[in-house]
């Protein structure tokens, strides 16, 4: 018998201690003599990069001794930390962020000369493992201002001597040698682009001194985006592009451009960090990749000279990072709607999968987890829009009759990201206590074609919160949720969504922003290189002339200048270090908030940067933002509650 109890006050086992104790990451993947290598980040170890191994004995065990951490920094968001070659690991260090090579011996030995001004990401060993090719990130100070520069580089194994192999673009990535050694592909762009709006492939000669030349352009740019260039074992280059206006994937054999996937389907993912991949070659040549179909992806076996694609019947709708192969197996990260995020080995031949990590018992049972239901919706200009729906579930309480919950509205970060459907705790969270969540794909966000992804071009802050109100709407009328009692969430991009959401519309309760971005101006003259020039693109060109019509749209579109519109309280989550968006983003808004006497929490995090990494962080924002909404809806905190001072709040 279920006990009768209000919304959002349901008792629930999954406590945010318990989400901090699963606060494991899984990152950068890499294939090495049919061993499969992977990152693990663990909030449990203050947000250390452990690298693990699970060979054919599928007993996964820890590399590198404890004090060691990996993690690139390139660009701030990292990825591509490590290869590792013949049971060699080159990676770069977390701390100092300088690559080592670790060959089993209880000391990592130096590739690069100590400096505290170069980070390194992308690692590409050559045949005779006497060069490692990497992008080098470079700070520098001038004039007072911090000047960043991105290259292509080769570090000579035995002088540590590092030399550019070419420079002149902006950003750098994707460097891939041929099975023979002998040529070298990569990516590159300049700003205001941002690699999924238009990114080049060059190719060069590479010889077994570390040097290239012949270097050209292949394809890509003026719009075009090309993304993960591999070869093949007989030197044929394939890659993603999405000049049909859709990412499919190409290769060049015998002078004709070829396209092996010519359908309505996205086989790329933006390209916020390094190391990201979603096919992988055969020896036959035949290709096995991902792709999204209705916001959810797809793993797919392609057949490249009828290119048929044969769908495998996998329980997965979401992988993560990279897919890796060889001739017998396949390896990826992946998740579904009842299935946690684990490492998985793919059999070919015999078309069974089996989990390389260990299986995690999820703390609710499967009778109070709630399963995403994919919703279309109208939004604004008759325009479609995509979400995830999750319904409260708690197998030991109702809602009395005729109620409907209070929605959760969550906007995903990026904000070219995308939202999907695989078992989240954090999401959990919140349906296990009575809480209903959408979590929406707003226009902007990857998975369903170009078009729908450039919805956002000069949009950013308009189309955005147009989705996120329409979807709480869509809800509403479909008598799914309480129009008294919405709510808004998201972090980053999904912070400043949510900002406004809450300044520029009235129909929600309160919001938590999480490092989000209050003052567009402030983020265009003070963010980090890689998304410096991002706003031209979502908002439009910025100028450093105050009186520019250019400048009055990025003040119109910023919450902090309208706080005279908001009329509902606010949760700040901050991480004091955070390079992405700064501290000075939410202490602005404070400022603004405490003038207005308007009600509102902010929490600052020293130790933490754009993401939270930390258990302790973990549980703390949780356990604050629970008490938030419960006070927000006048619903009694439980014993256990950790008290919030939220300001000017009857």
Sequence with gaps: MKLKKQYASWESNLTADILASKGRRFGHMDLDNGNLY??????????RGVLMCCGSDNKAYEVLPSDISIRSKVHEYGGGDFIVVDGAVYFSDAGDSNVYCFDGNLKALTVTPKSKQQRFADFCLDANKQNLIAIRETHSESNSQTLVVNELVNICLKTQKISVLHSGFDFYSFPKLSKAGQRLCWTCWNQPDMP??????????????GKIDAAHKVTGGN????????????GVLHYINDKSGWSNIYNHRDGILNALTPIDREFAVPQWIFGLGTYVINQDESLYALHFEDGQQQLCHIEPSSGHIEPLALPFKHFDGCLLGDEKYLYFCAAGPAIESAMYRYDIAN????????????????EDISVAQAISFSSANNRTCHAFYYPPMNSKFEAPDDICPPLIVMSHGGPTAFSDNSLDSSVQFWTNRGFAVVDVNYGGSTGYGKRYREL???????????????????????????????LIRGGSAGGYTTLCS????????????????????????????????????????????????ENALYRERSPIHHTEKLSCPILLLQGADDKVVPPNQAELMVEALENKSIAHAYILFEGEGHGFRQSETIVKAFNAELYFYRKVLSIEPDDKAEVLEIKYMS
């Excluded at 078309?351 to 499967?366: C, D, G, M, N, R």
Aim: aromatic share 12%; charged share 25%; with cysteine.
């Design 38 to 47: 992977w990152l693990e980040v663990r909030a449990t170890e203050q947000g």
């Design 223 to 234: 719009g075009d985006s090309v993304f993960q260039p591999s070869w093949c074992d007989d």
């Design 351 to 366: 078309k069974i999968y089996q989990a390389l990590t260990p299986e995690s018992h999820f703390p609710l049972p499967v």
């Design 196 to 209: 999924w709006d238009a990114a080049e492939l060059w190719l060069a000669d590479y010889h077994a001194n």
């Design 502 to 549: 809450l300044t520029f519309t009235d129909i929600f309760a309160a919001g938590m922003s999480r490092y989000g971005v209050a003052d567009l101006e402030s983020l265009a003259s003070d963010s980090h290189k890689f998304e410096a020039r991002y706003l031209d693109k979502i908002v439009g060109p910025y100028s450093k002339d105050e009186s520019s019509k």
């Design 456 to 486: 956002l071009t000069g949009q950013w802050g308009v189309v955005d919160v147009e989705d996120c109100v329409a979807a709480a709407n869509f809800l509403v009328e479909q008598k799914l949720a309480d129009k008294n009692s919405l």
